[in-house]
Every structure is written in structure tokens, then in C-alpha cells.
């Protein structure tokens, strides 16, 4: 749902009491099971359901508390409402704050979330579900922030298969590596490399980068590099996907049907990341197998607007 490691904020979530990703909540998202996504049916005339998918945090901060001591990593499942296409715009805005505010109080032993949690993380007890939005209203400079903040940004990205193999293809070839902008930044490179061969050994490289502030900002210069790797190949995997869908004439796009679940979903999915859902709603406006294509993209583009709109209120707090 997110690109790469990003940092966020819950704006609702199941956990509202004690120790945990309550509303307010702060950490850096990656993927978990980036494949893996469920479509979560409501009865409500106003949402369809909702797109369901397993997600791993690194929470730095729990609900409104200050910056925890050490941060910690939570797999959980995000959701995002998906507005029942016929609905009339206008009311869209305030259908996402109902779902938002309502969402705690929703019976998550039903069996159809039991059922939602054991396909998405493979277990049922002890799974948050959260609403989980971008956040740059918290102001952090990866460059100088804390100790505890830079870890759980630089492990969270690590910590994805496909990110992993793109830092490797690059510091573990002569000929990438050297082009890399100066002497420094490869030196920074040829020591991460030794990390990724060994993650037991994480701790010493992060202590290693926290000693200067030049070390820092090279790291983080050499991760944002490969950012831009990983961002392309996301793209790349949606473009397949979706023309897949769009193009099959076999599916059946009706009200309920789990064709229509299921490309709902996908047009939902990484709805944050402009490049991805841009280009998904594009070619969704020149499908001719999908009715309320326009009133779908009018309604994707509306969800985030406000979720975000919603994120920086709950930041302020």
C-alpha cells in the first residue's frame, strides 16, 4: 500500500485502550505479503467493502505518548473504504469520516474478519486492524533525527525482500557502485553491503552511521536512490496487473461479483503513491468492460483526498 518505508499516522484503528497502534500512533510502513489482499464485504449501502492488506510497522510512537524508547515492529492489517460507486459525490467526504469514526466499535471476531485475518497474516488473535495514512505534517529530517527514528526508517526498508535485492544490485557490482555521485557515498555502499549479508551484525553498521553526520546524510542519500529503483518496478507490477484485469472479457464487472471485488481492490491498492494510481485510473476510464468507471475514479481520488485531509488533523492533536 505504501512505497518503500514510509512514515505514518493511524487516523482509526481496533486497539483504542492500553499499549499499541491506537489513533495517533507513529511509524515507519512497509509491505508485508505485498501480493496478499482481501476484499472485506459491508453491509451498508453507502461503502462496497473495504480493501484489506497485511502491513508491517515500525512504531516509534504509540497514540499521543512521546517518542517510544526503543521502536517497535507490529504486522497488522490496514483497510481502506471503498464508496459505493452510485452514491452521490457530495457525500462522499462524510461517509469516509463515519467509516473512520465507527471502525473501533465494528465486531472484528465476526467470521468474516477471522476469516480475513488468517488469509492476510495467517492468525487470528492479537491482529490490529488500523486506518494508516502518509504523514509529513510531523516534521523529521532523516539527516537529523533521532537515533531511534533512523533505525526504524532504515530496518523498515530493509526489511523488504525486493528493496534488499536492490541496494544488493547495486553496492555489490564494481561497475553500479562506482558510478555512484562521490567516494564517500561508495564507501557508505561497500559497508551496507556487509550488513545485507549479515543482518545480525545491523546494529554495529547503524552505530557506525550515527557517529557523523556525514555518514548519516549518505546513507540516507544512498537509500533514496534505491527508492527510485523500487518505485519503477512497483509501477511496473501494477501496469501488468491491471491491463490484465481490464483487458479480460471473460470477467463479469456487476454489482457484488468477485471480479468487481476484486478489481476494486487493486484500483485501491497503493492509492497513496501518485505515479501508481494516476495511471490505474487512466486506464480505467478507457475500459469498456467496467460500468461507473467514472463515478469509481471520482470516489478513489475523493477517499484519498480526505484520508489525508483527516491525517493531518489527527497530527495536530
Wanted: charged letters at 25%.
Amino acid at each position: 500500500m505504501f512505497e518503500n518505508s514510509t512514515k505514518v499516522i493511524v487516523i482509526s484503528s481496533s486497539h483504542t485502550k492500553g499499549m499499541g497502534p491506537r489513533i495517533g500512533s507513529i511509524g515507519y510502513a512497509a509491505p508485508f505479503a505485498s501480493n496478499n489482499r482481501a476484499f472485506v464485504p459491508q453491509k451498508s449501502q453507502f461503502i462496497n467493502g473495504l480493501s484489506a492488506y497485511p502491513l508491517k510497522v515500525a512504531f516509534i510512537r504509540y497514540g499521543y505518548e512521546k517518542e517510544r524508547p526503543r521502536y517497535e515492529i507490529k504486522k497488522l492489517i490496514g483497510v481502506i473504504p471503498i464508496i459505493h460507486e452510485l452514491r452521490n459525490n457530495s457525500e462522499s467526504e462524510k461517509i469516509i469520516r463515519t467509516f473512520i469514526e465507527k471502525l473501533p466499535r465494528s465486531n472484528f471476531d465476526s467470521h468474516t474478519w477471522l476469516k480475513t485475518k488468517l488469509h492476510l497474516l495467517g492468525k487470528t488473535d492479537n491482529v490490529n486492524v488500523c486506518v494508516i495514512v502518509p504523514t509529513d505534517k510531523i516534521n523529521s529530517d532523516l539527516r537529523t533525527c533521532s537515533a531511534l527514528e533512523l533505525r526504524a526508517w532504515f530496518e523498515s526498508f530493509t526489511s523488504q525482500a525486493y528493496a534488499k535485492t536492490a541496494i544488493f544490485r547495486i553496492v555489490s557490482n564494481n561497475s553500479y557502485i562506482g558510478k555512484l555521485p562521490d567516494k564517500d557515498i561508495i564507501y557508505i555502499g561497500k559497508n551496507i553491503k556487509y550488513y545485507l549479508q549479515d543482518p545480525q551484525d545491523g546494529g554495529r553498521f547503524i552505530d557506525y552511521v550515527l557517529k557523523s553526520a556525514k555518514k548519516r546524510k549518505d546513507l540516507v542519500k544512498l537509500i533514496q536512490m534505491t527508492k527510485a529503483v523500487c518505485s519503477s518496478e512497483i509501477l511496473t507490477d501494477h501496469i501488468e496487473e491491471i491491463s490484465r484485469l481490464l483487458m479480460r472479457n471473460d470477467c463479469l464487472y456487476r454489482k457484488g461479483a468477485d471480479d468487481t471485488n476484486r478489481l476494486l481492490c487493486k484500483l485501491v491498492d497503493h492509492i497513496f503513491i501518485d505515479t501508481v494510481v494516476n495511471w490505474k485510473l487512466t486506464v480505467l476510464g478507457k475500459s469498456k468492460v467496467v460500468q461507473n468507471k467514472g463515478s469509481i475514479a471520482v470516489k478513489i481520488r475523493k477517499t484519498k483526498e480526505v484520508l489525508k485531509s483527516i491525517a493531518d488533523e489527527v497530527s495536530k492533536k
